[in-house]
């Protein structure tokens, strides 16, 4: 694209297992990915709570989907995605939400995901922000 001068590691950042968009009419309205674990509270929580080890952890991150194309069912599609991505590899999916996003909250909440705990989240000067942390579902036997 034009004008666009972004260094190749903001698409492709250290530690990504593997990203998916969501497509509709030729444009890209929907993203999510998956991540080795970096320090998460989401990935310490469930390490913590099912005595598990981090090389059978992947991290959702990056889930959004454009506003034009909410309540399609695409955010359900990619997350699914994910999950299939994570039991094909032998990994569990953990990751956190802030708590003002409560779209999100139901819609991992309706995928089954389990709720592990609350965070909270410093960023910019001296802002911190709760958030609840999440660990997919057990992969059925």
């Not at 194309?69 to 032998?90: C, K, N, P, Q, S």
């Amino acid at each position: 694209m034009e004008g666009v001068d972004a260094p190749l590691e903001w698409l492709s950042p250290a530690g990504v297992l593997q990203a998916w968009v969501a497509e509709k009419g030729g444009e890209i309205v929907g993203h999510a990915m998956l991540s080795r674990p970096q320090g998460e509270d989401a990935v310490e929580m469930w390490l913590e709570q099912s005595g598990d080890t981090a090389d059978h952890v992947a991290v959702g991150a990056r889930l959004f989907i454009a506003p034009e194309a909410r309540g399609e069912g695409l955010g359900e599609r990619l997350m699914r995605t994910g999950f299939d991505y994570a039991r094909d590899h032998g990994l569990r999916v953990v990751l956190d939400v802030m708590t003002k996003d409560k779209t999100a909250i139901r819609l991992y909440e309706r995928l089954g995901m389990q709720r592990l705990g609350t965070a909270r989240h410093a960023y910019g000067e001296g802002q911190e922000i709760d958030a609840v942390c999440y660990v997919s579902p057990a992969p059925e036997a």
